[in-house]
């Protein structure tokens, strides 16, 4: 069975702290680039961050040095801790699962978890 199930979202002041996390199949954790995308209303679902199968991370630019994505080959767990969180952050944020390319520009997600909000309040 392949799946992605995100949890961790929730609500926030501006400044605070946020881990959100995706549970992984098996297959889904061994064989594939995984990424968090974000998307807020009325914009296009956008990557964020992903980390490819040996470890390469990616950043986009509105959460680079604010952000870490890592993963728990133990738990078949994929994180995204996120730290200065500000108000544009908000949104719903989707797991994903990419059996090419990794660099973000480059990523065409082939599996999606169903997501999970994130709301930070100023």
């Known amino acids: 069975q392949v799946q992605l199930v995100e949890s961790g979202g929730g609500s926030v002041q501006a400044g605070g702290s946020l881990r959100l996390s995706c549970s992984a199949s098996?297959?889904?954790?061994?064989?594939?680039?995984l990424a968090w995308f974000r998307q807020t209303p009325g914009k296009l679902r956008e990557g964020i961050a992903s980390i490819s199968r040996a470890g390469t991370t990616y950043y986009a630019d509105s959460v680079k040095g604010r952000t870490t994505i890592s993963k728990d080959s133990a738990k078949n767990t994929l994180y995204l801790q996120m730290n200065s969180l500000k108000s544009e952050d908000s949104g719903t944020y989707y797991c994903a699962a990419a059996a090419g390319l990794c660099a973000l520009t480059e990523l065409i997600p082939n599996y999606w978890g169903q997501g999970t909000q994130v709301a930070v309040s100023s």
């Open positions: 098996e297959r889904l954790y061994r064989d594939f680039c």
